[in-house]
């Protein structure tokens, strides 16, 4: 019988336009069916295909900006990364400085207004010196204290960071072993050799640490990659 895609109605035979509509009739409901399944194939393979043009020009534009990527990756000046503890230690020998050389501002400021250290000048311009001696020794002195405190407070900081360190060493080497990354790497690049493979070692390890670790300090990243390094192929080269 004669059916209406549209308003999903069937007529008698001999009809030809949907009188409900006014669109053509065709010539049964699974005639209908089937071109509606047509439709709706050609309209996926369409999408598919749209999709599959996106993610290639998506990939094209990802392979033009790595060189510069990679440039300015070279470029850009490397920063050595210092643990805390290490910032500790030189942040605490800059506040025994700091107390070293406000202790003896101090001491020359009140030498100098007793009298003991004469000055080559004398009344308000001998007092203006000998208060900017001492106003330049306290500040010193508080700029000891201050660096004090700070080497405090990063010392007590630096044991939970070797602790976060070890256990980030300690999980990667239980999850991912020298042979695994190498067998990954020479997958999808049989050629790999010499300085051309560390480097491709390198930067995978810093691939799996960027993913599976929020680590916002680059710098630490690189150290960690480095450590994870040594451990993983330095025995290798013995």
Known sequence: ?????????????????????????????????ALMAEEA???QDELRHRYEEL???????VQAAAPQMQEKRASAPARAYVDKKQR?????S????????GGI????????????????MQGSSRLLACAILAVMGLWCLYIGVTSRKTAALLKSEAAEEQKETEEILTWF?????????????????????????????????QDYLVTARDLPDQSYTDAL??????????????
């Open 1 to 33: 019988m004669p059916y209406c895609p549209k308003c999903d109605m069937e007529f008698v035979d001999g009809m030809t336009v949907c009188t409900d509509c006014g669109g053509p009739l065709v010539e049964s409901k699974e005639v209908s069916d």
């Open 41 to 43: 194939k050609k309209r």
């Open 55 to 61: 993610l290639a020009a998506e990939e094209a534009q």
């Open 88 to 92: 500790s230690e030189d942040v605490a």
């Open 94 to 101: 800059s506040a025994t400085a700091f107390f070293l050389v």
């Open 105 to 120: 501002l101090v001491a020359a400021a009140i030498l100098c207004t007793a009298g003991v250290i004469p000055l080559p």
């Open 173 to 205: 080497e239980r999850t991912y072993s020298p042979d695994d990354l190498d067998q990954q790497l020479l997958m999808e690049d049989p050629g790999l050799t010499g300085e051309e493979l560390d480097l491709k070692r390198f930067e995978l390890i």
């Open 225 to 238: 990659c480095d450590m994870i390094y040594a451990r993983l192929y330095e025995h290798k080269r013995t």
